[in-house]
């Protein structure tokens, strides 16, 4: 296997969620700010398409955060245990998750989203459009437990909004 690499920031989450929560991630919107080392033009055609596929850092937590271990997701014991690497957590090597949000707009160095479930500050490492002719091929399935641990994931059944 390869030993440790560096890996730099390509981008900034700016605005959005302040705060580390588990589900109502959607309706905030955001900007994705390009790193100035990059040029403006580097994101010319990014606005014709609908949504990104970004890989983010949980740069909040450390690395003794890190948890390789069989647990029930959020602790909870009617759900199934499972390993480190089934949960969508920074529990995982490296604390990185990927995120697919929808793009409003670009304007320079700024890329408009909304549904981004990454917080204010959150760097991103990776930053490429959703070409859904290369996204899943099958029938796409999981666990029933998957649904019932984020069915709010998306929306507050509250009927709060994100101001």
Known sequence: ???PYE????ATVIGGHTEVVDDYQGGTEA???LNPKYAAETLQGLAEFSHLIITWHFHRRTPEDVALHVCSPRGNPAWPRTGTFVHRNHRRPNRLAPSF???LGVDGHDIFVTDL???????????????PAMGPRGEVHAPVWVDEIVPDYW??????TDG
């Open 1 to 3: 296997m390869p030993g």
């Open 7 to 10: 890996i730099t920031a390509v």
């Open 31 to 33: 900007v994705i700010w």
């Open 101 to 103: 949000p929808r793009i």
């Open 117 to 131: 479930d990454a917080v204010d500050g959150t760097p991103i490492l990776g930053l490429a459009p959703y070409f």
């Open 155 to 160: 929306s507050d059944p509250r009927g709060a």
